[in-house]
């Protein structure tokens, strides 16, 4: 009898320590894609994403509970997307930090709310994700409108008299800035020379290279993403066009330098002030030099994004989303972005977005004014 007296407490200790142990730690998750042909961009949202885990875990956590950090695949796919955020819903997550293609954080963003799950993007630029009055959406980084309008005036400043070509992917992410651009380009009373659509995914541009070639194209906004971006620029080089390449954030990766070669200098892009070089982020960048990792695109947000997160947690003293995300809306959060404060719909209230010109050295660094 004492024998077993002795094993019923042991196994009621064990639950007991078991029961303890799950409680004090919480799972969070991040999704963008992690594999396919934008998976360098996954990987900027991983990184951003496990090193503000480790850090806020060195602190203690949030609400004495230590993260743990679940990843999800959407491959830039809207249905993967979908099918991702059901599950990490069904993993009972209270926020996701993603995803990065528009196309796939606002169908996710559906099953997050349905889920009483908060999402955080640090890269989903496209107006829609925060123009249907959900609850749960937020970004750390600004919007096509605000980046299309900055790409229309310096072409319009820049290229008056000559021939402008929009041309985009036919994604959420793509037309969605090509169309602001246009906007923003007539607008200021100059129409472009060509509009025209290619299918994501394409590798062989050479008919609509050639004709922007018998069109006498000075320079070409491409919407789109880097992989694409990259072979128009090469197949340009291809059939000899000097033609000057612009586009927007989705090029800020060093991918990009890596499909075009000697051909990426003087490309330009448009993207906020590069977070690398902020007071704010310089302790983090060292930490991510540490690694091996250069925090380029949106890594910094990704990390912005948790901190902001964890942040509000702490001041709700719950992790219930609802109630966090009325501390966020309320609220104004230090990060390595710099401050952040946010409108009613879930955007940021001050966005920066700068003209960037690449190297021939595979790097890129803000156009000086």
Not at 81 to 95: K, N, Y
Not at 193 to 199: D, H, I, L, Q, W
Not at 247 to 257: E, M, P, S, V
Not at 281 to 306: N, Q, R, W
Request: aromatic share 8%; glycine share 10%; net charge neutral.
């Amino acid at each position: 009898m004492k024998s077993a007296r002795l094993v019923g407490l042991f196994a009621a200790a064990t639950l007991l320590a078991a029961g303890t142990s799950a409680h004090a730690q919480l799972t969070v998750g991040v999704a963008g894609p992690m594999t396919g042909q934008y998976a360098s961009f996954g990987e900027q949202l991983r990184n951003g994403a496990t090193l503000a885990l480790e850090d806020i875990n060195a602190a203690g956590g949030v609400l004495k509970q230590q993260l743990k950090l679940v990843i999800g695949d959407d491959a830039c796919d809207p249905k993967q997307a979908r099918a991702t955020a059901d599950r990490l819903t069904g993993q009972r997550v209270p926020v996701v930090f993603g995803h990065f293609c528009s196309s796939s954080s606002i169908p996710a963003s559906e099953a997050y709310a349905e889920g009483n799950v908060l999402q955080i993007t640090p890269a989903s630029t496209n107006p829609t994700f925060t123009e249907r009055k959900l609850w749960n959406v937020f970004r750390t980084c600004g919007r096509d409108d605000q980046q299309g309008a900055l790409a229309g005036k310096y072409l319009a400043d820049n290229f008056k008299g000559k021939k402008i070509a929009i041309l985009d992917d036919k994604s959420t992410y793509g037309a969605g800035l090509a169309n602001e651009t246009k906007k923003a380009l007539n607008a200021l009373g100059v129409t472009e020379a060509m509009r025209e659509s290619y299918t994501q995914g394409d590798k062989d541009f050479t008919a609509i290279v050639s004709r922007m070639k018998a069109a006498d194209i000075d320079v070409v906004f491409v919407g789109g993403y880097h992989t694409e971006s990259g072979l128009i620029l090469r197949q340009m080089r291809d059939q000899g066009m000097k033609t000057l390449l612009m586009a927007g954030d989705a090029l800020a990766d060093k991918q990009f330098a890596a499909i075009t070669g000697q051909h990426a200098g003087g490309v330009l892009m448009t993207f906020g002030s590069d977070p690398r070089n902020r007071p704010a982020a310089a302790e983090v960048v060292k930490k991510f030099k540490a690694k091996g990792i250069d925090p380029e695109g949106y890594t910094l947000y990704t990390y912005a994004a948790m901190q902001i997160w964890a942040a509000a947690v702490e001041k709700a003293g719950s992790v219930d989303p609802k109630k966090v995300a009325e501390v966020i809306r309320a609220g104004k959060w230090q990060t390595v972005l710099g401050e952040i404060s946010y409108d009613a719909k879930g955007d940021i209230t001050v966005t920066d977005y700068v003209m960037y010109e690449w190297k021939a050295d595979g790097t890129y660094a803000e156009l000086k004014k």
